[in-house]
């Protein structure tokens, strides 16, 4: 049994903070999904977890299994058992995916026999094309082929928990479906999911246990999957409009303070 535990997180991009009090917890097996407008720090809270440049964090913790990762570069991250998947996933020229994969496990002490015949499976079981396979690492694919890509390196490294940030941008209903019944199935074998969306129907085939609603950079609310149901249907108004902490009328008389 693993566990990431976020524990009021504070995060800053630009001298900005973006992020306050985030907390959150997954255990192996979890789904967590984290749903908001659109700039609420969805991918900052993604991006501060996996390390990486520009995304400072100024107060809270994260831990995997006790560890603390934010002491940790971003490959030690990899190491511990953290897997992310970004929005917009980054082309990596004149490296192959098979030997990418092939470093990563030997760097965390495993490895598989036969690579290219577990990613072939694993590209024909979501619709991958394996022709793509021997290309550099997501250069040139469209937005869903490289949602399908890393969901291919994701199965095969193992992780115990991957952040998976808006998968459903760039893939096609089928496609959608095809990946996250394939991430679901990690699922049962004790993948821990963050996963952040704005659709429901993405949670049809990878059942969430858990529903955050992040707005303003702050957690507003967690329920159950119908929690999902009920955006669609409300959207994030209610969230969005709520009055930020820092909106507070300025000490002086400023007639420009709207
Ligand atoms: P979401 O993923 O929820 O749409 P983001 O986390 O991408 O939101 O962005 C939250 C806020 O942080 C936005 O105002 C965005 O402009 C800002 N931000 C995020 N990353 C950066 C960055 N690298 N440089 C400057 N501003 C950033
Ligand atoms: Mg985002």
Redesign the pocket.
């Given at each position: 049994m693993s566990e990431l535990i976020i524990d009021n997180l504070a995060v800053e991009?630009?001298g900005?903070e973006?992020?306050s009090d985030v907390s959150l917890s997954i255990r192996s097996g979890e789904v967590h999904a984290v749903m908001?407008?659109?700039?609420?720090?969805?991918?900052?809270?993604?991006?501060a977890i996996m390390g990486?440049a520009?995304?400072t964090v100024t107060s809270g913790s994260v831990t995997l299994d006790g560890i603390d990762l934010l002491a940790l570069e971003t490959f030690e991250r990899a190491k511990a058992g953290l897997f992310y998947v970004m929005?917009a996933p980054t082309e990596v020229p004149g490296v192959r995916m098979a030997d990418m994969l092939n470093a990563s496990l030997v760097s965390a002490g495993t490895g598989i026999t036969d690579m290219p015949a577990a990613l072939a499976a694993e590209a024909s079981s979501i619709g991958f094309d394996v022709a793509l396979l021997d290309r550099s690492l997501n250069v040139d694919l469209s937005g869903g082929e490289k949602k399908r890509s890393e969901t291919i390196q994701m199965s095969v490294l193992n992780p115990k928990i991957a952040i998976i940030?808006?998968l459903d941008s760039g893939l096609d209903v089928d496609g959608l479906r095809t990946v996250a019944a394939r991430v679901e199935k990690l699922t049962h074998d004790g993948l821990g999911v963050l996963v952040?969306t704005h659709f429901p129907r993405l949670l049809a085939e990878l059942s969430a246990d858990k529903v955050h609603v992040?707005a303003q950079?702050r957690i507003m609310t967690t329920g159950g999957p119908e929690l999902a149901t009920e955006l669609e249907r409300t959207g994030y108004g209610a969230y969005a409009e709520a009055e930020p902490e820092t909106k507070k009328r300025p000490e002086i008389d400023d007639p420009f303070f709207l």
């Open positions: 991009v630009g900005k973006i992020l908001g407008p659109n700039g609420a720090g969805k991918s900052t809270l993604s991006n990486r520009g995304y929005q940030d808006e952040i992040l950079g």
